[in-house]
């Protein structure tokens, strides 16, 4: 049984900034994910109370997530007289997706300009097609399946009389005292191996603008997503989650925080902790609240890619 180091001995490791490279043994690609074992599941199916399944998947054609900086989503109908094909091509990125291990890596590590994966992967064997390690067809051959639970960021700071959140903005990062206080207010309990859904309300806010204001709208000048502070990494690695997700653009508030590695970089390269992106949760929200219930199984499978970069989440959950 591997025992992971605790947070003040990966400061102390060398390599990049907190990096658990090797912890779970030679030749072994799967992270933070390694966490999620047999008794992972059970307690995902043991939270399962009235079989109410919910899709976390965003449209792929709805424009309002379009982004000029990954492109659409092309649908192409085939007719071949008797009978149709469709062809579909897209940016694996451009809509509700995980960021696999080749997607980040740690800028100027070894050296200033060079970049470094998961595992040490040099950044020339991401595009090198006989080299298929850390890709997502891991979460193809073993399926992200474990118990989850959204913290719904919005709903404690209205419950508490706080500042509402500046969705399509980086001014108003969520802090580690707003992820402490929601788990807390919904009387969250967290294991080893669970999955961290974090709800910040982005893509409400970004369907109540007009096409042309999101159109407009440039989501890579910054966006809503959790405060990129050391105090944060070290909740994550203790809590011990498997993979995190959230509806924004990105899980931590962008652009990055300078002056060390985002934790974009660390929870990727460094963990291996795959990042949920764009997860539509409206459904999911309408639904906990009605039962007062946010804890339930999660599912997802991604592309069977060797090789992949990212993929589509295919996600849901199960009450």
């Not at 050296?111 to 390690?133: C, D, I």
């Not at 913290?151 to 959140?165: C, E, G, M, S, T």
């Not at 108003?172 to 309300?201: H, N, S, Y």
């Not at 050391?230 to 931590?252: K, S």
């Amino acid at each position: 049984m591997t025992v992971r180091p605790t947070f003040d001995e990966l400061k102390k490791r060398d390599g990049p900034y907190l990096n658990a490279w090797g912890i779970w043994g030679e030749g072994n690609e799967y992270g933070q994910t390694n966490l999620i074992t047999p008794e992972s599941v059970k307690r995902g199916v043991a939270a399962v109370e009235y079989g109410i399944t919910i899709n976390l998947n965003l449209p792929l054609l709805d424009k309002a997530f379009e982004s000029a900086f990954r492109g659409p989503v092309v649908q192409e109908v085939i007719d071949y007289g008797s009978w149709y094909d469709d062809k579909v091509s897209f940016n694996t990125q451009a809509s509700t997706q995980w960021d696999g291990f080749r997607h980040a890596g740690y800028h100027d590590w070894p050296e200033k300009g060079q970049q470094t994966y998961y595992g040490g992967l040099p950044s020339a064997e991401v595009k090198n097609p006989a080299n298929p390690s850390f890709g997502v067809q891991l979460f193809a051959k073993k399926p992200i399946t474990t118990r989850a639970h959204l913290l719904d960021i919005p709903r404690y700071l209205k419950k508490n009389n706080l500042p509402p959140l500046d969705h399509l903005t980086p001014n108003t990062p969520i802090t580690l005292a707003q992820l402490q206080g929601a788990a807390k207010d919904q009387g969250l309990e967290f294991a080893e191996g669970d999955l961290l859904i974090v709800r910040t309300g982005f893509t409400e806010a970004l369907k109540a603008l007009t096409p042309e204001q999101q159109k407009e709208l440039n989501l890579m000048g910054g966006i809503i997503g959790i405060e990129s502070k050391e105090e944060v990494a070290r909740w994550h690695w203790e809590n011990g989650f498997a993979a995190v997700a959230t509806d924004a653009l990105a899980y931590e508030a962008f652009p990055f925080a300078e002056g060390r590695p985002p934790l974009h970089e660390v929870f990727l390269a460094g963990w291996g902790l795959p990042i949920g992106e764009l997860f539509d949760l409206r459904e999911l929200v309408r639904v906990a609240e009605e039962k007062q219930k946010w804890t339930f199984l999660f599912t997802s499978m991604t592309l069977n890619l060797d090789g992949g970069v990212a993929s589509p989440a295919n996600a849901q959950v199960i009450l």
